[in-house]
């Protein structure tokens, strides 16, 4: 019934008692099959033995610190930093894409690529492409795809490069795909924009694939040499800063860093993870109380940690309940009651 749910088709049914907080859980009974469930049934943290390290693990993620010393600092299993890594960045990213809405009429963003590697500098490089909302830093998304080996390689690397295209087969350059899946989820909230003025460097695909995702008839593209000093002056200054954050606070993107990616998936989680924070927790600017998704209306205030992983959300934004829900909204009509009081406050 949870997947096509007609009315309140569940009772109460008594609570349980756990050890961690909240230790009196209340449960359900379904009308409909009689099979029992309970609040925690549709939480993230269901069947965790340890809830409580999920916000200190996920704080230290995001600051620059690596799997082994998390395990160290907080005295659980690397495995248990690991498991909260890919369970959570995906978390986060659906969050992320279900309160995602309309920008309004004249939008301006930013794009740009950053390299990494994943397990070896030479022959396993890969591309992180970024794309940002330019007044407020707003990530619209962040996601990876492995490059080509680099050419030249001594007897070393060689061998290592031929090693794994024996079992994995040759790399392709995957920059046009992800470049083209993060312009597909800006021009998403694009869709009532007049004009889109879209800054990136020079590199000569980006303009077909803007062209093609956002339309040639609103699309205003800024084109700035990557070479150009990289002062506040640059068009680019605000993508540039946004990248430098990304090395800063994310331990495996550090340049010449062991924590670099031993599998580029776990990449992604920790993308989604930083996604999370950046627009929902962190302020948009030092010393301002917003984040970048309440200055563009996404919600109404900073996410705190415990919130953001707490409902699942999965279940996609029409099913999924909204963390600062008080009644048990889903995403979307916590959307639609916010815009409601929003519109009656103007009247």
């Known amino acids: 019934?949870?997947?096509?749910?007609?009315?309140?088709?569940?009772?109460?049914?008594?609570?349980?008692?756990?050890?961690?907080?909240?230790?009196?859980?209340?449960?359900?009974?379904?009308?409909?099959?009689?099979?029992?469930?309970?609040?925690?049934?549709?939480?993230?943290?269901?069947?965790e033995r340890r809830?409580?390290?999920?916000?200190?693990?996920l704080t230290r993620f995001v600051s620059g610190t690596g799997i082994r010393q998390i395990a160290?600092?907080?005295?659980?299993?690397?495995?248990?930093a690991s498991y909260r890594l890919r369970k959570y960045g995906r978390q986060f990213r659906h969050f992320h894409y279900n309160v995602l809405g309309d920008l309004g009429s004249?939008?301006?963003?930013d794009l740009d690529e950053l390299e990494t590697v994943e397990n070896c500098r030479r022959t396993q490089p890969v591309t992180v492409a970024i794309g940002i909302e330019h007044r407020s830093y707003f990530i619209f998304d962040a996601l990876s795809a492995a490059l080509p080996a680099r050419g030249q390689l001594d007897a070393r690397h060689q061998k290592l490069k031929n090693a794994y295209e024996q079992r994995f087969g040759r790399r392709r350059s995957g920059s046009a795909a992800v470049v083209r899946a993060v312009f597909?989820?800006?021009?998403?909230?694009?869709?009532?924009?007049?004009?889109?003025?879209?800054?990136?460097?020079?590199?000569?695909?980006?303009?077909?694939?803007?062209?093609?995702a956002f339309g040639a008839d609103r699309l205003v593209h800024q084109r700035t040499s990557s070479k150009d000093p990289r002062t506040t002056w640059n068009p680019l200054f605000r993508i540039n800063l946004t990248n430098a954050?990304?090395?800063?606070?994310?331990?495996?993107?550090?340049?010449?860093?062991?924590?670099?990616?031993k599998k580029r998936e776990r990449l992604d989680d920790h993308l989604g993870l930083w996604m999370a924070y950046r627009n929902y927790q962190r302020?948009?600017?030092?010393?301002?109380?917003?984040?970048?998704?309440?200055?563009?209306?996404?919600?109404e205030g900073p996410v705190p940690m415990r919130r953001l992983i707490s409902w699942r959300q999965d279940f996609g934004a029409e099913r999924s309940i909204h963390p600062l829900s008080n009644r048990g909204e889903s995403v979307r009509q916590h959307q639609r009651l916010r815009t409601r009081q929003a519109m009656a406050m103007s009247h």
């Not at 004249?106 to 963003?109: M, Q």
């Open 245 to 261: 954050m990304a090395r800063d606070l994310m331990g495996r993107l550090h340049r010449r860093s062991w924590l670099a990616s």
């Open 184 to 212: 597909e989820r800006i021009a998403g909230s694009c869709r009532n924009a007049r004009s889109i003025l879209l800054r990136t460097d020079r590199k000569l695909s980006y303009v077909g694939l803007a062209k093609k």
């Open 106 to 109: 004249d939008v301006e963003c």
């Open 283 to 299: 302020p948009w600017k030092n010393g301002e109380p917003e984040s970048p998704a309440t200055l563009l209306g996404f919600v």
């Open 72 to 80: 160290r600092m907080l005295r659980c299993h690397p495995d248990t």
């Open 51 to 57: 809830p409580d390290l999920d916000d200190p693990i």
């Open 1 to 47: 019934m949870h997947a096509a749910p007609e009315g309140l088709y569940f009772q109460k049914d008594g609570v349980f008692h756990r050890l961690t907080q909240p230790t009196v859980v209340p449960r359900y009974r379904s009308k409909h099959c009689g099979k029992r469930l309970s609040r925690q049934t549709f939480r993230i943290s269901y069947r």
